[in-house]
């Protein structure tokens, strides 16, 4: 039942029990009379809009019950209103008052004229009874209110960490497609580029370069695929290293760029820490080749105190030997910088001022390193 229609059905029982018709039967009252039309009309409106407005203005209610019982001898109010009062203001204290107060006033002319044998059970009948109920039900709405925002709270919480871990996970497959496609694509253009200008020689060898690095991506590809199909678990292929970087600048090589590589690849570093230092060399000596040209490059990887240090330094290339065609999203650095970030280190990328670039990641070898 709604709310609302409760308040007007209790209203007006408020009204009807305070009318001189209803209370006729009461030998106990303040006043023993009977009150004209004038007075007790008014009054049993009064009362009746009170009890109306009980809701937002209980003690205002619990006043005008009072009232009404003093001059007419009306008990449901008072009933109605010690109910409403700790209901709800939840409070020991304030109800304590409250019914303190509606005591004196309702078991005084009990107590007068019946005594106190009379006036203590009719008193708590009247005063205590309701009051308790009415902690009682506006503690336990409260503790339910709490739980429901709690648990709305907790589902809020998480959908936010799914959407959250659903977006860490479209940033960690877009990076991997990027270093996968990016790279291996480059060098298979950079081939077929060279393979243009020899004018058929060497193009068997050439020929078989570019298979292979097609090979090396489709291999990388379904890693990557397996891993939006896998339900249990994650692929069992290992991920490249520091191991796989000679393979890596070897690869750089044969295109023409001329690196150099200083690695310390001895000691135990965490996979993702190699994987990702990896994936900064790649994306790094990629980047070489599409805007530099052919430019000296050199790759080192030392080991220091705690921490893993990588710096890819290249020269300024000839404007020439640039490779123009090549489609970039400007998304590699962000995206090496990201993996870096990942696992608890820092990346920096700017240009030199003899006109080359310089990419440079510090990464600790303890602590954070996870996605």
């Not at 004209?36 to 008014?42: K, S, T």
């Not at 109910?83 to 107590?111: M, N, Q």
């Not at 006036?119 to 308790?132: G, K, Y």
Request: proline letters at 5%; one cysteine or more.
């Amino acid at each position: 039942m709604p709310a609302r229609v409760i308040d007007g059905v209790l209203a007006v029982g408020c009204g009807a029990a305070t009318t001189p018709f209803a209370a006729a039967g009461l030998i106990y009252g303040y006043f023993r009379w009977q009150p004209p039309l004038w007075f007790w009309l008014p009054a049993v409106v009064l009362v009746a809009t009170a009890a109306w407005f009980r809701r937002n203005r209980p003690w205002l209610f619990a006043g005008v019950a009072l009232a009404g019982w003093v001059v007419l001898s009306g008990i449901f109010a008072v009933v109605l209103a010690q109910y409403t009062v700790a209901e709800r203001t939840r409070s020991w204290r304030l109800t304590a008052i409250s019914t303190f107060g509606t005591l004196i006033v309702v078991g005084l002319p009990i107590w007068r004229l019946g005594g106190l044998d009379a006036s203590l059970p009719q008193s708590i009948a009247v005063c205590v009874a309701p009051a308790l109920l009415g902690l009682y039900v506006g503690t336990r709405r409260e503790l339910i209110s709490e739980m429901r925002e709690r648990v709305e709270q907790a589902e809020q919480e998480r959908d936010l960490r799914v959407r959250q871990a659903r977006s860490d996970e479209r940033a960690q497959i877009a990076r991997d497609m990027h270093d996968v496609v990016t790279h291996r694509v480059s060098l298979m253009v950079l081939h077929a580029t060279a393979l243009e200008a020899t004018n058929g020689r060497d193009a068997t060898k050439v020929a078989g370069r570019i298979g292979s690095i097609g090979r090396a991506a489709l291999d990388e590809l379904r890693s990557v695929v397996s891993v939006l199909r896998a339900s249990d678990a994650a692929p069992l292929a290992p991920q490249p290293g520091l191991a796989d970087l000679v393979d890596l600048v070897d690869q750089t090589r044969a295109l023409g760029v001329p690196v150099v590589l200083e690695a310390d690849t001895g000691g135990q570093a965490p996979a993702l820490v190699q994987h990702a230092v990896y994936r900064v060399v790649q994306e790094a000596l990629t980047n070489v080749r599409k805007h530099a040209g052919n430019p000296e490059t050199r790759v080192r990887v030392l080991r220091e105190t705690g921490r893993l240090r990588l710096t890819v330094l290249n020269r300024a290339g000839a404007a020439s030997e640039r490779v123009d065609g090549l489609p970039g999203g400007g998304h590699g650095l962000l995206g090496i910088a990201e993996r870096i970030r990942l696992v608890g280190g820092e990346l920096t990328a700017e240009p030199t001022a003899d006109g080359g670039f310089l990419v440079e990641a510090v990464v600790p070898l303890e602590g954070k390193s996870g996605r």
